[in-house]
């Protein structure tokens, strides 16, 4: 029996069946970014952002579509050129008839979605929307508890182990019993007070501003919750595999692709 021949849509289609765009907020901009939605599919290279080389992998393995979890397009170009990062990635896209798809803050509110993987990833139980939606079908960050309490500086070396970052910004006493945690994978400041009102005794989040972490201090200079950045990619990168592995499940005869190499822009200087 033939395999059935599946086009982008079928895969958009079922994404937005788990990571409804209405989730979406509305500042980004999702969906289909470049290309056709009728491009036949038989590979699938998944990233967290599209650089150069995403898209020199796609080519080489001869794939129809990529699937990011960043969109291209934030805001709309004034001009589409070689010369410009974006300008070059769209004209390259469109030289190799790759199609670009991306699901970003939708999934970040869906069930199973990405902060709720990063709470699975550190380990945490019981976990659950820390900012959920009306009906509770979605929401944004997650919370849930650690198996037994420990002082927050051996949660550090969890966070750095599991999330394999080397490099952790954070405010809170190392002798702090930490059982409450809160996450939210990427930038997730504006839920510093979900978290508080949660009694979360630690957080993990990333892009903090220095001012940012004045926000977890009581009246007397206490720190009522410790506040930890690990990193924008250190806290998503782990949604390729949970879109692969997702999307494998439910459309066997296509081959799904992980980047085989970090998107990330940002290296580390530790002394």
Partial sequence: MPKRTFRAHDLAQALESWADPAFAESYD??????GS???????VLIALDLTPNVVEEAVQKDCSLILTHHPLLFRSPSRIIEEDLIGQLIL???RENITLYSIHTNLDAAHGGVSLALAEILGLRHRRFLNPGQDGTFGMGAIGNLPEPEPLRTFLDRVH???QTPVLRYTGSEETPVSMV????GAGGSLIPNALDARAQAYVTADLSYHRFFETLGPDGH????????GHYETEKHTEQL??????K????????????PTSPINYSIH
């Avoid at 720190?223 to 690990?230: Q, Y």
Wanted: charged share 20%.
């Fill in 29 to 34: 901009n999702i969906g289909l970014q470049v």
């Fill in 37 to 43: 939605a009728s491009r036949i599919v038989h590979r």
């Fill in 92 to 94: 390259r896209l469109a």
């Fill in 161 to 163: 182990t599991r999330l």
């Fill in 182 to 185: 809160a996450v939210c994978g």
């Fill in 223 to 230: 720190c009522r919750m410790a506040l930890i950045d690990a």
């Fill in 243 to 248: 879109l692969r592995v997702w999307l494998e």
């Fill in 250 to 261: 439910r459309f066997p005869s296509i081959t799904f692709y992980c980047a085989n190499q």
